[in-house]
């Protein structure tokens, strides 16, 4: 090391308090960081890096159609995404919200399956009550092996999730396959009172994104006004401080999980008595784990996770927009996702650290 | 060929991708640093050797692609984690959702395509013994991964380097104190554990299934990783429990193959089921966890 010492070294320090600016400017740096070596990258795969820019940046805001297509998929990530991030303030990691969401969909979907015939309107609330449950039930075997037989969240909520597509891969191939649908892997269509009452007219919006917005304001009063959410936060923060003031460290990590769990059950309801009218294979597009960065992206805020939703699921319309009129794999997205995670954490260390341009203080012997 | 023939002479096979990962991953945790994007560091080392055994590149430089592009890519892990302090674990998800990403980009057009594996080589006397002779007759990269295995107990156990290691991992400060750069020896053993999982994926896409399918790492890497935590930091233990995992992946098939009516869906997710299981089991023992496990794991480094 002795070699680069007398050079000068950029070197971070930590910063007296958390700088505002760098909060502000972390996601849309990482943004820009991100776009440019992206578009980078499909200039070598010999695409048009403007034509992909515009359908994937911009047309999704262009047209009433897209737009509304955007919407809806800002429900379940805006929806996952609150709840995820709310454990991640308590450093209670659940990185399983995609198993959560199909279980919440399952547990939707046992209504109009098992009972094709029934009507009423009490059917759809009933699904996303049960919807929330399947999510809290699956979250909280996590919780369970954390709490009781200190386990890992982080690997068995994961596990949990690769198991929960296995088991919605039995159900659609075996006892709940709809008998008339020529063997596709999915369930019959749900009748009309199974289905959330479309919101804006002549799109597929529907009620739940009311919904998904009056949750959001309510993860805004439990995280920023209510003492639990406190208590939660200060745990994340400073966990000896948290034990020391009382504040039961297993309470916290079950809350945790059963509120993430609950979100993602519910937004897995809400997607097949939404948009898809049925339960299928391809329910979740990966919402689990794109809610994980909409959380980061949004700095686990709950105002900021509103914005970050809303850029993600357009991100999500603007990669298929550009799958079909640039040919681009939509993989691109998921590389996109990952690389603007990266830029944004690394970003974000500037919240807290500067960069010092030091001449190093003293040589060390080799 | 009965059930426990089958399980015999597959095991091995099927435990390396595990083993590889999982010894990379211990020698990362050892330095104090946790990398959670394995699974996407297997499957970006997966797609490399695919594509360069597809294209004729052989075998060897296949692995040698693998290795290389994986280590580049934990090295952007380290510079982000270590560097700049980013959160390990958001850091460490980033990883493996864009290893996973750039897998599935560069393997698009590759979907389905296959690519011949490598010849077993038996070895001689002990493949004679009747039943366990089978355990004797593994390709090269098994026969590889054992001696590196060895190699990484004989480093922990006997030499300096791995001392270091360990010093760093359970007490960063003092390893600083006396004289070690910590981030140099942190990065090493993240490019290491890059290396490591390129190799394991090269070994799943292109010796044990050679056949290209998006996902096929199919969670792999995240099993590599709890690997760890039921080996309890140690080599040998990480050794036995990727053995374990190598027989309960062939065990669906070995189900099926006796005509056991089980559910495809059951069979397939045993793995994870063990996992969590297991996870449950060893992490009860919070004294044991205390004992071997590493003091700084997940902490950055502030001088």
Request: net charge positive; aromatic share 10%.
């Amino acid at each position: 090391m002795s070699a680069f010492s007398a050079a000068f070294l950029p070197t971070l320090t930590r910063r007296e308090r958390a700088s505002l600016a760098a909060t502000l400017l972390a996601p849309p740096v990482a943004l820009v960081v991100a776009t440019v070596l992206n578009l980078g990258l499909y200039v070598l795969m010999g695409r048009d890096p403007v034509a992909v820019m515009y359908a994937m940046l911009l047309e999704p805001f262009l047209s009433w159609a897209s737009f509304s297509e955007v919407l809806l998929k800002t429900g379940p990530l805006l929806l996952i995404a609150q709840g995820l991030a709310i454990g991640f303030r308590a450093k209670v990691f659940n990185i399983g919200a995609e198993g959560q969401f199909i279980l919440g969909a399952i547990f939707a979907s046992a209504i109009p399956v098992w009972f094709p015939q029934a009507a009423g309107q009490w059917i759809w609330p009933v699904m996303l009550l049960l919807g929330a449950l399947g999510g809290a039930l699956w979250a909280s075997i996590a919780a369970f092996w954390r709490v009781r037989l200190n386990a890992n969240e982080i690997l068995v909520s994961l596990m949990l999730s690769l198991v929960a597509a296995q088991f919605l891969n039995y159900l659609l191939l075996g006892p709940w396959k709809d008998p008339n649908g020529f063997n596709f892997p999915q369930s019959v269509m749900f009748q009309n009172d199974a289905m959330v009452p479309i919101l804006i007219p002549s799109t597929r919006v529907n009620l739940s994104l009311l919904l998904t917005l009056a949750l959001s304001v309510a993860a805004w009063i439990f995280m920023q006004k209510s003492f639990i959410g406190y208590r939660l936060q200060v745990g994340g923060l400073a966990p000896r401080a948290a034990r020391y003031a009382g504040f039961n460290e297993g309470w916290a990590i079950w809350l945790s999980l059963l509120i993430g769990g609950c979100a993602a059950g519910l937004a897995g309801a809400a997607e097949v008595a939404g948009p898809l009218g049925q339960l299928q294979r391809s329910i979740s597009t990966g919402y689990g784990y794109a809610a994980i960065i909409v959380a980061y992206l949004g700095g686990l805020h709950p105002i900021g996770i509103v914005a970050s939703a809303l850029f993600m699921a357009a991100l999500y319309i603007g990669g298929d927009n550009a799958m079909v009129s640039a040919n681009l794999p939509i993989a691109a997205v998921r590389v996109f996702q990952g690389s603007l995670l990266l830029f944004y954490l690394i970003a974000v260390a500037f919240v807290r650290y500067r960069l010092e341009w030091r001449r190093a203080a003293y040589r060390s012997e080799p | 060929m009965n059930a426990i023939e089958f399980i015999l002479a597959g095991m091995l096979a099927a435990a390396t991708p595990f083993l590889l990962a999982a010894l990379g991953e211990m020698v990362v945790e050892r330095a104090g640093v946790l990398n959670l994007g394995v699974e996407g560091l297997m499957a970006f080392g997966a797609v490399l050797a695919f594509i360069t055994v597809y294209h004729g590149g052989g075998h060897l430089l296949g692995f040698v692609a693998a290795g290389l592009g994986s280590a580049v890519l934990s090295l952007v892990f380290a510079v982000s984690a270590l560097g700049f302090r980013a959160n390990q674990v958001a850091t460490g998800l980033a990883m493996g959702i864009l290893g996973q990403g750039l897998s599935a980009l560069f393997g698009k057009s590759y979907e389905s395509l296959t690519v011949k594996g490598v010849p077993k080589l038996a070895l001689p006397w002990l493949s004679e013994i009747p039943l366990v002779g089978r355990l004797f007759t593994q390709d090269v990269v098994v026969w590889l991964s054992l001696a590196a295995t060895l190699a990484i107990w004989v480093m922990f156990a006997y030499t300096k380097v791995g001392l270091v290691i360990r010093a760093i991992g359970e007490n960063p400060k003092a390893a600083h104190a006396i004289g070690h750069s910590v981030i140099a020896v942190r990065f090493a053993a993240v490019a290491f554990g890059g290396t490591m999982a390129g190799f394991a994926g090269a070994y799943a896409a292109v010796v044990y299934t050679p056949l290209w399918a998006d996902g096929m790492i199919a969670g792999r890497g995240w099993i590599a990783i709890a690997l760890v935590v039921f080996g309890t930091w140690l080599t040998g233990r990480i050794f036995l429990g990727a053995c374990l995992f190598g027989a309960v992946s062939l065990m669906g098939l070995a189900a099926q193959a006796t005509g056991l009516d089980v559910p495809s869906q059951v069979l397939a997710s045993l793995p994870y089921l063990v996992t969590i299981i297991v996870l449950g089991v060893i992490s009860a023992d919070r004294r044991l966890l205390k004992l071997n496990g590493v003091a700084s794991l997940g902490e950055p480094f502030e001088r």
